[in-house]
């Protein structure tokens, strides 16, 4: 696996899915993940944990349909489909992901 090469996919991956938002929204999130959680946007693939602790707590539980439309873009970009199970959770599948690219 190349690491740089999955990294960039998966971010790509997740600023398509944020998209959904509209542009506006999706720069508010990165925005709010930096400044509650300095986590920066090129940082997310390294700390997916991070990340998903912030769209918790931005979006509640509508954060579990932003995590499966990244799931879905993340499949596309890599070009992979995988089984998702019920007990993983969003960073155990998207490090499985991450290891196709």
Do not use: W
Not at 20 to 34: D, M, S, W
Not at 73 to 90: A, L, M, S
């Amino acid at each position: 696996m190349n690491v740089d090469k999955a990294d960039k996919m998966l971010k790509e991956a997740i600023d398509e899915a944020l998209s959904i938002l509209g542009y506006k929204a999706k720069e508010i999130v990165y925005y709010f993940l930096e400044k509650e959680y300095g986590l920066k946007r090129e940082e997310i693939p390294s700390n997916l944990k991070g990340f998903h602790d912030g769209l918790h707590m931005l979006f509640g539980i509508g954060a579990n349909v932003i995590e499966k439309h990244i799931y879905n873009c993340t499949q596309n970009k890599i070009g992979v489909r995988i089984r998702i199970e019920p007990e993983q959770d969003f960073v155990e599948i998207l490090n499985r992901l991450k290891s196709f690219a």
